[in-house]
């Protein structure tokens, strides 16, 4: 089999992510977990038998933006607790994980983050390379504001989407720029920790 005929055989679309979290939300809503295994397992296999391991190179401006990231974690601690914070729903989600929220730290870490990457940043640019890194954010977006529509209020759609397209443009621009996913895989790191120090200071 050509590498051509192998390519076209083996790439999973841009949107089956977010079709198998929408389907799954909905289908099997007490089954969270079970969810977001079956997502990071199609991103898994998408990166089958591909070249994705890069990690490129990290030049001073790159430092300096990870060095902008890990500050940013104190951020979550200097904010009050929100009243618009969905806790009752967080709460129930995280119920349904090992560990709960810490539980999860190391997953988001040694699986999300690495997989993740390694798709929207290594797999995806095969077919999609000439897309704008606004365009490749969208697309990494669309699954996270589909999960916050079948999880979350209302209000939380938007800023999950918005907030995740904008992050993933940022790094899909950063792994061209170094050739590999190194910031990415850095600086996602931080952003999952971020996230999960904001929860934590929300749940208080």
């Not at 997989?115 to 077919?127: C, H």
Request: glycine fraction near 10%; hydrophobic fraction near 55%; proline fraction near 7%.
């Amino acid at each position: 089999m050509d590498a051509k005929r192998e390519h076209t055989q083996t790439m999973i679309p841009f949107w089956l992510p977010a079709l198998w979290i929408g389907a799954g939300f909905l289908l099997f809503p007490q089954r969270p977990l079970s969810v977001l295994l079956g997502y990071h397992g199609i991103l898994a296999l998408a990166c089958l038998r591909r070249r994705v391991w890069r990690w490129g190179r990290l030049d001073r401006a790159a430092w300096a933006w990870l060095a902008a990231g890990a500050a940013a974690l104190a951020l979550p601690f200097l904010i009050p607790r929100l009243s618009c914070f969905p806790t009752t729903r967080v709460v129930a989600l995280l119920a349904t994980w090992p560990g709960g929220l810490w539980g999860h730290l190391p997953y988001a870490l040694l699986v999300n983050v690495p997989l993740e990457e390694a798709f929207w940043r290594g797999a995806m640019e095969e077919p999609h390379g000439a897309w704008s890194p606004a365009r490749q954010g969208a697309a990494f977006g669309l699954h996270h504001g589909v999960a916050a529509a079948l999880t979350l209020p209302w209000i939380w759609i938007a800023p999950a989407f918005l907030a995740t397209a904008a992050i993933g443009a940022f790094w899909t621009w950063g792994s061209r720029r170094g050739d590999g996913l190194g910031f990415a895989l850095l600086s996602h790191a931080l952003a999952d920790l971020l996230l999960i120090f904001f929860v934590a200071r929300q749940l208080g």
